[in-house]
């Protein structure tokens, strides 16, 4: 029999979703939960389970040896805002001190990347999250039932290299777009909030652009769309939403299409290379 799988869980469903594909897929799964992001749902999808603090490194290092697990994947963020929002949750040990003096920003790339290093020099083998879960992931075309318009794919093409410049710059991985103008950058606030606030500041059909970071490490942090970023499509009158295929995660799909294709929001999978309205015609 193999050796279980070590899952480092963060916020949100994408855990949920990472463990039950393992499972499928027949590994057991060992995972670590975050106190005050993960949900606590997950201990019912996995073989064990256990809380650690943010910053408890050596803990999390000592579950997956004692269970012998040594292939793991990280899932789920952890927005930054939990830094200052809730600091009693966080409880650093030795080893994550060290890791965090050695820093010299924080951002996302720069304090997980630092993770992902210690993982694998104390004998882990840190998994590309697509390993456990290809299924999650959007394929190239339209998603859903509802076709874009080519006023949609004109805006994707305009916001797609925008998307691309912050990611660059590990910003964020989202730009709402009207009319070839960019109404929202997203940050530290995440996507969903960055699409109401687009969608705030102009008239009723945007196009919502979210891509991988043009040096994407496919160990975490890939881009994730679910049910909520579709309300928040909705709520704002947003008309289409495009991300890059093969590297975006599709949670809950079959109710994010549903609610696409009832608020009448084309969803769909870009190919960088064959990007909608910039030459290559309306994806099919």
Do not use: Y
Request: hydrophobic letters at 50%; proline letters at 6%; charged letters at 20%.
């Amino acid at each position: 029999m193999s050796s279980p799988k070590g899952l480092i869980a963060g916020l949100g469903r994408f855990p949920i979703e990472v463990a039950r594909a393992a499972r499928a897929a027949g590994a057991s799964v060992v995972a670590v939960g975050l106190r005050g992001l993960t949900e606590a749902s997950l201990a019912d999808e996995v073989d064990h389970f256990a809380w650690v603090h943010l910053g408890q490194i050596e803990t999390i290092m000592g579950t997956f040896r004692e269970a012998g697990a040594t292939e793991l994947v990280m899932a789920g963020k952890v927005p930054k805002t939990f830094l200052w929002q809730q600091p009693e949750l966080i409880q650093p040990d030795a080893t994550a001190l060290r890791v965090m003096q050695g820093l010299a920003d924080r951002k996302d790339d720069s304090l997980l990347g630092a993770v992902a290093d210690l993982l694998v020099q104390e004998g882990f083998d840190l998994l590309g999250q697509a390993e456990l879960a290809p299924g999650l992931f959007a394929e190239e075309g339209v998603l859903g039932k509802v076709q874009p318009a080519p006023e949609q794919l004109r805006d994707v093409a305009f916001g797609w290299p925008v998307a691309k410049a912050i990611g660059d710059l590990d910003v964020g991985q989202t730009v709402v777009v009207r009319g070839a103008a960019v109404l929202a950058l997203e940050a530290v606030e995440g996507t969903d909030e960055a699409v109401r606030r687009g969608c705030a500041l102009g008239e009723p059909g945007a196009s919502v652009v979210k891509v991988a970071k043009p040096n994407q490490d496919m160990r975490f942090d890939v881009p994730t769309i679910g049910p909520t970023t579709l309300h928040a499509l909705a709520e704002g009158g947003a008309l289409a939403l495009a991300v890059e295929a093969g590297k975006t995660v599709v949670l809950d799909r079959s109710e994010v299409l549903a609610l696409a294709d009832r608020h009448g929001i084309a969803v769909i999978g870009v190919a960088p290379e064959r990007i909608p309205g910039a030459g290559g015609g309306a994806p099919s």
